[in-house]
């Protein structure tokens, strides 16, 4: 079955920054990719998604990059602000949402 | 997006007591799900609820540790029985909204529980 792992566990960086969150993928088949933000709490929360036919996607400060060759893909957020501060999670799944698998998450502090 | 409701949001709980969480969606939804967050990790799938028959397990977790029903579309429960302190963690309730071919999920703000 699939597996997803995630790196750093944490990071911190200063307000301003910019930070990435970075996940590889084992399973070939999965194509649609997810990124989740959970606030200390609450539940998890969609924040960006890709899918395979596109190798990257952009929402304001935050963008995510696929590379399906190497099975990996990236979070990347800009110009961080205190309220980025959360613990994020990547995910991958399969056409026909056989499974939603998680990584291990990154708790991220933005000091001001 | 639908609006999902947990109860309790958190409880705690003597060891070997059965403690049922309920799941309301605002709309109608394909399919539901429950994940356990054990403190600290990631997220776990349970089980999909399946409307008007047996929920499909994920491997390592059984139908008498974890009794789920789920009678309508916008309605769900889990059981966690016979409870020890390790069974201690967050349950998320999430719900897909939209056919095959979009992934997206929702989640509810979970329940807390911890068994003592």
């Known amino acids: 079955g699939e597996n997803v792992e995630q790196h750093p566990s944490t990071l911190s960086v200063q307000e301003g920054d910019s930070a990435v969150i970075k996940c590889t993928y084992s399973?070939?088949?999965?194509?649609?990719f997810p990124w989740y933000k959970q606030e200390l709490g609450k539940g998890p929360q969609l924040i960006i998604d890709i899918r395979s036919n596109v190798g990257e996607k952009k929402d304001q400060r935050i963008a995510v990059t696929l590379n399906k060759t190497a099975k990996h893909f990236s979070l990347h957020i800009t110009e961080t602000q205190p309220e980025d501060s959360a613990v994020y999670f990547c995910a991958a799944s399969n056409t026909g949402f056989q499974k939603l698998v998680f990584g291990t998450g990154t708790r991220l502090l933005v000091s001001p | 997006s639908a609006v999902i409701s947990q109860k309790p949001s958190r409880d705690i709980c003597q060891r070997g007591t059965s403690l049922t969480i309920q799941c309301q969606v605002d709309?109608?939804?394909?399919?539901m799900f429950w994940y356990r967050q054990q403190p600290g990790q990631s997220l776990t799938l349970i089980a999909t609820a399946n409307q008007g028959s047996e929920a499909t397990y994920e491997s390592g977790f059984v139908i008498d540790k974890f009794p789920i029903s789920r009678p309508n579309l916008t309605f769900s429960t889990l059981t966690v029985s016979n409870m020890s302190p390790e069974d201690s963690s967050i349950y998320l309730c999430?719900?897909?909204?939209?056919?095959?071919?979009?992934?997206?999920?929702?989640f509810g703000a979970g329940s807390r529980l911890t068994v003592l």
């Open positions: 999430s719900v897909r909204l939209l056919p095959s071919g979009a992934n997206v999920l929702t």
């Open positions: 709309s109608q939804v394909t399919m």
């Open positions: 399973d070939s088949a999965s194509n649609y």
